[in-house]
């Protein structure tokens, strides 16, 4: 009676433990979220300022479905400038947030039954949306240390596999593929004809030194032929409401993705993009003042980590979450890691999310995209609820 496709679709799991949090705070409980992937940051004066100019100059028209040329004119020197990436502001595609980029992308590619890679542990809606699409999402699993299994995904490519998703820096891992990683997959995907890699980058700025990011679309022009690069403006400018994300592709694939849009959702809300081209205008300084605040709490959890090694870890190179290994406080009175999820939750009002939703059981993802002082007493609550569960 309804469509199949959706029927298989699960709910965001991110989304549920943060409405549940919101729920409890509602009820009086002090709940400390470690669940949403947002920066807590406010959006940039000058960002804001720049809505506020639209509003007043009448900009709230419709606009190009692609968006005014200047801000795509604008992403392409951005590109170039930090990625090396060479490309038309006839290949840019600006939508309602990244993920809206991804499913334009995904859909754009993919028939029902293609496969589509998808390196594990991963975000939950890269798994939903190819569902939604009546495709097949491939798991391999990443190697301990979170770095790509080169071997694994070769094995795994079939007639069917239409796409490889690759996600640097990875949420939720927090995990950045060196330069020598990403190559090694290009040339592994040159192999194969018609196979394509989509390759979220909306964290690439929320990183750590000395690591860097690469874009596997920078590796060689064959490889750019056959990538679409995601990327967006909400967690490095601290603009997660304002709903602009993009893609950068072939003029063929662009053409393809204008087109659903077209039909979908027409273009981005006007005052958004005049807001985004500001946002590509602030310094580094500005944008790295955030990353060092978030270093900063990256290492509170850290050191709080190494005096506890029952719990096992990766630091993270960017983004802005630990995923940790929980095994050895799970099978007594919790049973699974959507168990331990709502026990914390539920009984010492701390929100983590469960790894089963990334694909990884018996882990939790900690988001440190909160202040240091809610930090501390959330660590403080875990310890409380493990010696419950010793």
Known sequence: MYNKNV????????????????????????????AVGEPDFDTPKRIKMAARDALKHGFTKYTDLKVIKVLRETICEKLLKDNQLEYTANQIIVSNGAKHALFNSLYALVNPGDEVIVITPAWVSYFEQIKLLGGIPVVVESKNDFSIPHEDIKKSITKKTKAIILNSPCNPTGSVYTKEEITKLAYLILEHDNLFVISDEIYEKIIYKPNTHYSIAAVCPEIKERTVVINGFSKAYSMTGWRMGYSASNLEIAKLIAKIQSHMTS???????????????????????????????????????KERPKLKYVEPKGAFYFFIDFSAYIGGKVKNSNELSMYLLKNHYIALTSGKAFFKENYLRISYATNEEKIKEGLKRLDKALEELS
Not at 10 to 32: F, H, N, P, W
Not at 268 to 289: H, R
Request: some cysteine; glycine content about 2%; proline content about 1%.
């Open 7 to 34: 029927l298989t679709v699960g709910e965001s799991a991110t989304i549920l433990v943060a409405d549940m949090a919101r729920e409890l705070r509602e009820q009086g409980k002090d709940i400390i979220s470690f």
């Open 267 to 305: 273009c981005p809300n006007s005052i958004s993009q005049w807001s985004s081209l500001t946002a590509l205008d602030l310094s580094e300084k500005e944008v790295q003042e955030m990353i060092d605040i978030f270093e900063i709490r990256k290492n509170i959890i850290r050191d709080y980590l």
